[in-house]
């Protein structure tokens, strides 16, 4: 017999961004389980995590299981006694050879588990192993955690309860409906669950419900923000959207500002026209059906209307005193207790700007990077640091270099993140990263396991970005002072960046920064020549007779030095190797590759390095040196990983 | 049209018939509601609790000299403390809000992970800010521990922002036009308030003198905590609510200095730590005083 589970959670709201890592566990968690079944289906609304499966045994399979009785040899009584035990007679015994000589045994046959036990076992604690960022307890200290207090709990096989308890809430056949609009209690069955819940304004499906959001927002054009839609999802129980307007004289307020306030602090979309240009109007998402009265849009349409005036205040006040006027403020502002203020992160950004080649421009850019900190917009709206201060000195009538490279200097933020859009902004955003790291670095300050306070890593991460992507091609490791463990940081930043953002192999990547990776912008272009070696027919092979010749010298405790003499070379493949090199020395590798090959192949087949005569023998050691320095500058191809 | 304080007495007399104890605000000056030895303390230890209050909350550096139609030196907060917390929790605050004419039929409810935290007073829990049509108009917070103390039972602590509230009842957009009683205006009521308190902490409060002051209250809890015994027999008499009142003006002398610029970020973290020292050596001589009674 197939029966269908029916498993649910319920539970006062969940923060949005935590409940799809906490269905995929549940999932895996249900799967360790390993109780056949066809098919799982994973659901969640803010108050509930459900999983549905069906075609679920009754029972478990029996299975049989062998126990070893007395020896063959073993007196009468014994083996009477066994055979008693397992409720049979001697007779029903078998014979089994084992190593320790000849023994009775039976097979004893072992009935499969009822489902239902099983589950009603192994729910509670799968319950409290679902993993959230953060938990807390709420029936009194010591007591079961979980990401919010559990309410109702529904285990369902087939049409028979699953019962435990946990937390003082034993699983039962009720759920709950919307708050507002559904029944607090209503019994349902595992085919019926989710059309019950519909009766009662939750829909189930996280996708059901952000198609209701996207139609409902089909006849306006809203600015596409798939994080907000997905918080928006995972924030209701019966999505519908709604759009409100407002005073168009707030659009004189800089865009960014007034989709900050909406999107940040309303979790409203804003509007746009064709053009891409905002218009006065958001959407926003209720968690209830409809707003026939238009309480909630005018409700809506207040708060924003308050926030904007905030903004606005806000603007039009720091308008009084210009970003230049401010840089004295930034010496009261803490950069980092040992690091100093801002204003002396502000003078080490300059002088790091101009290492950097910067112009005049950029280090006045820099030099009012962080003006904006002491503005009060930036203190209201913090995630818009550097854009605040690019806009007032837009607003001030500084050049266009200045202000958009004050505008972008905190940027890339991510790994998908836009780096600045010019070279003024790049080296700012440059020099305020590597200041930080060096000065966190210098202080002791490095991250650890998944403790990054200072955002270290994004800020790493974004230095090797500008300088590849910017095509800066400065020697990184002088500007990290030959701090050791921030090289090995960066070497690590470095790996990772071409690894899993850009897809070059791993081994391609040891190969090439092997050869040195201080020039970021040169490290990516031998990965890119390398790219396009690989699946030459003579690479690997090439690469594979590298690493013999890497080997050999390091062996011979071969360090280089000296030239060759021609009249120690032998006739044949030796000659012919060094002939071919002299004649392609100094060309790419790309356009030699297939001439060299065969001559160093020939040359192993047919010479012993170690030849019995010294002088031949450290003639031979300095050819293949010879090579091997010749075609390492781009990569140390024993590095590579070959199939030979 | 429900006035300013209808709206309190509907909501204070709900709580109340919901078996929570009405108190008056505390007489020392806090940033919010939960600083009161209502709050603050009787969450500590096994004994069950249910209190509501109104506490003016001061936030020096909130002032606008009332100029700013949203924001305010000093609001009004109904705290309510419900110790342990009732399974129907989250229903009986929705009631509330339909007690005072909210139809909730009518209006957009989202409960928004915001969890709370209180560096001065080694205190923090888990909630939500409770979203009405996109208003922000409670903190929903079940504490988890408090002066750095896990809690025996955890408490459901409800924070209205009244004034918000209000305005969204009254459809103002300006606090100061709420009507605070029948003709009676909440700006004729607290104007002059915000004006002079804005001058005072923004211009006029003098800098050493509040670092003065600041020392004494901290020396004056710091003397009587350390002259706390927990083996005395007459530990019950020991004054530790006084000594809490001295960190309650800790904290608002702190808050000032800080709102009239006198306070670096560096100096934050310690000042902070300072005040934290005492409210936690309160919470724990308190807690220590109830074990004398069970």
């Not at chain 1, 299975?63 to 007196?75: D, N, Y």
């Not at chain 1, 959407?283 to 606005?312: C, H, K, Q, S, Y």
């Not at chain 1, 006040?317 to 230049?324: E, G, S």
């Not at chain 2, 929570?20 to 069950?48: H, K, N, S, W």
């Amino acid at each position: 017999m197939s029966l269908p589970f029916l498993f649910e959670i319920g539970v006062e709201e969940i923060p949005d961004w935590m409940i799809p890592d906490a269905l995929e566990n549940l999932h895996v968690l249900f799967e360790k389980l390993e109780i056949p079944h066809e098919s799982v289906t994973l659901d969640a609304t803010p108050r509930r995590l459900v999983l549905r499966a069906e075609g679920l045994p009754a029972r478990q399979a029996d299975s049989q299981e062998r126990v070893l009785g007395p020896a063959k040899s073993a007196p009468p009584q014994a083996v009477e006694g066994f055979a008693r035990k397992q409720g049979v007679k001697s007779e029903d015994l078998t014979t089994e050879a084992t190593p320790k000589g000849e023994y009775y045994s039976f097979i004893r046959k072992v009935p499969g588990r009822l489902t239902k036990d099983i589950l009603a076992e192994a729910l509670p604690a799968i319950i409290l192993q679902i993993y959230f960022p953060k938990t807390m307890y709420w029936t009194g200290k010591g007591g079961p955690r979980f990401i919010r207090p559990i309410r109702w709990i529904v285990a369902m096989l087939g049409d028979q309860i699953v019962p435990f308890e946990l937390a003082g809430v034993r699983s039962g056949a009720l759920t709950s409906g919307h708050r507002r609009l559904g029944a607090r209690e209503i019994a349902v069955t595992p085919t019926d669950f989710e059309q019950r819940l519909r009766d009662h304004y939750v829909i189930l499906s996280a996708e059901e419900r952000r198609e209701k959001i996207r139609n409902g927002l089909a006849g306006i054009r809203v600015k596409s923000d798939p994080a907000l839609l997905e918080t928006l999802v995972y924030l209701t129980e019966y999505p519908t959207p709604i759009v409100g307007s407002f005073d168009p004289q707030f659009l004189e307020l800089p865009e960014e500002v007034l989709v900050t306030v909406m999107r940040h602090h309303q979790k409203y979309f804003s509007v746009e026209d064709a053009q891409g240009k905002l218009t006065p109007q958001f959407a926003t998402v209720m968690n209830i059906d409809a707003d026939p009265e238009g309480f909630v849009r005018r409700g809506n349409e207040r708060v924003l209307r308050a926030r904007f005036n905030d903004a606005r205040f806000f603007w039009e006040t720091d308008q009084k005193k210009k970003l230049a006027d401010r840089l004295p403020d930034l010496a009261h502002v803490t950069f980092q207790a040992k690091l100093g203020s801002y204003r002396d992160k502000t003078k080490r950004m300059m002088a790091l700007v101009r290492e950097l080649g910067g112009k005049p421009l950029a280090v006045r850019a820099a030099r009012l990077s962080k003006c904006d900190l002491s503005t009060e917009l930036v203190k209201e709206f913090t995630e818009l640091q550097g854009v605040v201060g690019g806009l007032y000195a837009r607003a001030q009538g500084e050049r266009p270099e200045v202000w958009q490279a004050i505008y972008d200097h905190y940027q890339p933020e991510s790994m998908e993140d836009a780096i600045p859009r010019h070279l003024a902004g790049r080296q700012v955003s440059l020099a305020d990263k590597l200041d930080t790291l060096r000065g966190c670095f210098s202080v002791g300050l490095i991250p650890t396991g998944s403790r990054d306070p200072f955002g270290l890593r994004r800020a790493a991460q974004g230095v090797v970005r500008i300088l590849v992507e910017g095509k800066i091609a400065v020697p990184l490791l002088d500007l990290l002072e030959d701090e050791r463990q921030l090289v090995a940081f960066f070497e690590d930043r470095v790996k990772f960046y071409f690894k899993d953002h850009r897809g070059f192999k791993y081994d391609e990547v040891n190969a090439a920064m092997a050869a040195g990776w201080s020039n970021l912008v040169d490290l990516e272009a031998r990965l890119m020549r390398i790219r396009t070696l690989r699946p030459t027919p003579d690479f690997e092979p090439l690469a594979a007779s590298f690493k013999r010749i890497r080997n050999i010298l390091i062996q011979a405790g071969f360090t280089g030095g000296g030239a060759v003499v021609e009249s120690l070379l032998e006739p044949g493949p030796e000659l012919e190797l060094h002939e071919e090199f002299t004649r392609i020395a100094g060309q790419p590798i790309e356009s030699v590759i297939s001439k060299l090959r065969p001559k160093v192949d020939l040359f192993f087949d047919k010479v012993l390095v170690n030849a019995p005569d010294a002088a031949v023998r450290q003639n031979r050691l300095t050819l293949l040196h010879t090579l091997l320095a010749e075609f390492s500058t781009m990569a140390d191809f024993s590095e590579i990983v070959t199939n030979s | 049209m429900q006035s300013f304080q209808e709206i309190i007495f509907k909501l204070k007399q709900y709580w109340a018939d919901r078996g929570a104890i009405i108190q008056e605000p505390y007489d020392v000056e806090v940033g919010a509601g939960t600083m009161c030895p209502e709050t603050f303390l009787r969450v500590l230890g096994p004994q069950p609790y249910r209190v509501a209050y109104v506490q003016p909350s001061r936030r020096p550096a909130d002032g606008r000299y009332g100029d700013n139609p949203n924001r305010l030196y000093k609001h009004s907060q109904l705290q309510v403390i419900l110790k342990p917390s009732p399974d129907d929790i989250m229903e009986q605050y929705l009631a509330s809000l339909e007690a005072i004419g909210i139809d909730l039929r009518q209006h957009d409810i989202k409960f928004e992970e915001d969890n709370w935290e209180s560096p001065t007073l080694g205190a923090w829990g888990i909630g939500w800010q409770v979203m009405l049509d996109g208003l922000e108009v409670t903190q929903f917070t079940y504490f988890q521990q408090c002066g750095g103390i896990d809690l025996d039972l955890v408490p459901a602590e409800l924070t209205y922002g009244l004034e918000r509230l209000v305005a969204f009842l009254q459809v103002k957009d300006s606090v100061y036009d709420i009507e605070w009683a029948k003709g009676v205006s909440y700006g004729e009521i607290r104007h002059r308030e915000e004006l002079q308190y804005s001058v005072y902490n923004f211009e006029m409060a003098n800098i050493p003198t509040l670092w003065k002051l600041f020392g004494l209250h901290e020396g004056e809890a710091a003397r009587l905590l350390a002259a706390y015994d927990p083996k005395s027999p007459d530990k019950r008499r020991f004054p530790v609510l006084p000594a809490y009142d001295h960190v309650l003006k800790c904290s608002n002398l702190f808050n000032t200095l800080d709102s009239r610029g006198a306070i670096s970020v560096t100096e934050r973290v310690g000042v902070i730590q300072r005040v934290r020292k005492l409210a936690v050596g309160v919470a724990q001589a308190w807690v220590d005083q109830q074990e004398v009674a069970a």
